[in-house]
């Protein structure tokens, strides 16, 4: 299974353009990659801090015959993010139901899942955001990033291929 890959410069936000692509298109699986989002959201419909050099990426793919429960993907889905952190950051990270990483119990990655039906195809949609390079301010709520932890710029173009890989390897492997 391979991602088909769309690069924008700009979006309002990338699920919302993951949903575009799948209502306009036949492809199962994608993954969108912008530059910025200037309506990026969060869970519950709280806005997304989308600041240049972040990671604003969305993966789709559909849900027939993959062979684990919807409950499951999505704590997967948080694992091979944590996965990816892991390459980069060699301390802990921590999973805070239900969608964030942390790291020094701040907020370094959110996710928004969501799903939506094309004919009769159900898809998930993963919007990943990463904080690479800058920290947004959320009140009560620290957060980091990337650089300020490792002392390092990562390639951001670096992050998204190894993104792609873990998804495609372990997703290849629960479809039937």
Same mark, same amino acid.
């Given at each position: 299974?391979?991602?088909k890959?769309?690069?924008f410069k700009e979006v309002k936000s990338t699920n919302s353009t993951a949903i575009k692509i799948i209502n306009n298109s036949k492809f199962d699986y994608g993954m969108i990659i912008s530059e910025k989002q200037n309506k990026g959201r969060g869970q519950y419909g709280k806005k997304w801090i989308s600041y240049s050099g972040n990671l604003f990426v969305s993966l789709f793919f559909t849900l027939e015959n993959l062979e684990v429960n919807l409950k499951k993907i999505t704590k997967l889905n948080c694992l091979l993010v944590k996965k990816l952190l892991g390459i980069y950051y060699k301390k802990k990270i921590i999973f805070k139901r239900p969608n964030d990483l942390l790291i020094n119990k701040k907020k370094i990655c959110g996710i928004l899942q969501e799903t939506i039906k094309r004919y009769n195809k159900k898809f998930l949609i993963v919007g990943i955001g990463i904080n690479l390079i800058k920290s947004p301010y959320i009140n009560n709520y620290p957060t980091t990033n990337?650089?300020?932890?490792?002392? $390092? /710029? &990562?390639?951001? #173009? *670096?992050?998204q291929n190894e993104? $792609? /890989? &873990?998804?495609? #390897? *372990?997703?290849?492997?629960?479809?039937?």
């Open positions: 299974m391979k991602f890959v769309f690069r990337l650089l300020e932890l490792t002392k $390092k /710029k &990562i390639p951001k #173009k *670096k992050i993104l $792609k /890989k &873990i998804f495609e #390897k *372990k997703l290849t492997k629960l479809y039937n």
